[in-house]
C-alpha cells in the first residue's frame, strides 16, 4: 500500500479500466504503473503469467511517457507449451514465443506497451 495512503480524489473513478486498481492505490501510483519500464525474460509458464498481470495491471501503458515492457525469448511454441503457456493456441506451434505472447497480450489489453525480441547474441 502507498504511504501515506491516497486521498479520496486520488481514488475517485475515472471511467477507465484501471479504477478499481485507482480505487485502493489512488491515481499517482496509476501514473507511475502506467510509466513504468519492465524487461522480461522468458514467455514460458511463469513469463506468460507475469506478462498477463502487467497487463491487467496497465504497467508500460504510457508509451508517450516512456512506459514500455520488452520482453525476450529465443524459443518456437511446441505443442508440450500448450498445456503450460495459456497465451498460446494451436495454430501458434512453431512461432517465436515472444512474437506470440506480445500478440497475445496486446489482446488482453490494448494499450499495453509491448516490444518482443527473439535475437541471439553471437
Same mark, same amino acid.
Given at each position: 500500500?502507498?504511504?501515506?495512503?491516497?486521498?479520496?480524489?486520488?481514488?475517485?473513478?475515472?471511467?477507465?479500466?484501471y479504477?478499481?486498481q $485507482?480505487?485502493? *492505490?489512488?491515481?499517482?501510483?496509476? $501514473?507511475? *504503473?502506467?510509466?513504468a519500464?519492465?524487461?522480461?525474460?522468458?514467455a514460458?509458464?511463469?513469463?506468460?503469467? *507475469?506478462?498477463?498481470?502487467?497487463?491487467?495491471?496497465?504497467?508500460?501503458?504510457?508509451?508517450?511517457?516512456?512506459?514500455?515492457?520488452?520482453?525476450t525469448?529465443?524459443?518456437?511454441?511446441?505443442?508440450?507449451? *500448450?498445456? $503450460?503457456?495459456?497465451?498460446?493456441r494451436?495454430?501458434?506451434?512453431?512461432?517465436?514465443?515472444?512474437a506470440?505472447?506480445?500478440?497475445?497480450?496486446r489482446?488482453?489489453?490494448?494499450?499495453?506497451?509491448?516490444?518482443?525480441?527473439?535475437?541471439?547474441?553471437?
Amino acid at each position: 500500500m502507498p504511504s501515506p495512503l491516497p486521498s479520496a480524489d486520488e481514488c475517485a473513478p475515472r471511467g477507465d479500466r484501471y479504477d478499481g486498481q $485507482r480505487a485502493v *492505490l489512488g491515481e499517482p501510483l496509476q $501514473r507511475r *504503473l502506467a510509466g513504468a519500464r519492465w524487461f522480461v525474460v522468458g514467455a514460458g509458464a511463469i513469463g506468460c503469467e *507475469l506478462l498477463k498481470c502487467l497487463a491487467l495491471m496497465g504497467v508500460g501503458v504510457d508509451g508517450a511517457g516512456g512506459g514500455a515492457v520488452h520482453l525476450t525469448d529465443m524459443d518456437a511454441i511446441s505443442t508440450s507449451n *500448450l498445456n $503450460r503457456q495459456f497465451l498460446f493456441r494451436p495454430p501458434d506451434v512453431g512461432q517465436p514465443k515472444a512474437a506470440v505472447a506480445a500478440r497475445a497480450v496486446r489482446a488482453i489489453n490494448p494499450q499495453f506497451a509491448v516490444q518482443h525480441y527473439e535475437s541471439k547474441a553471437s
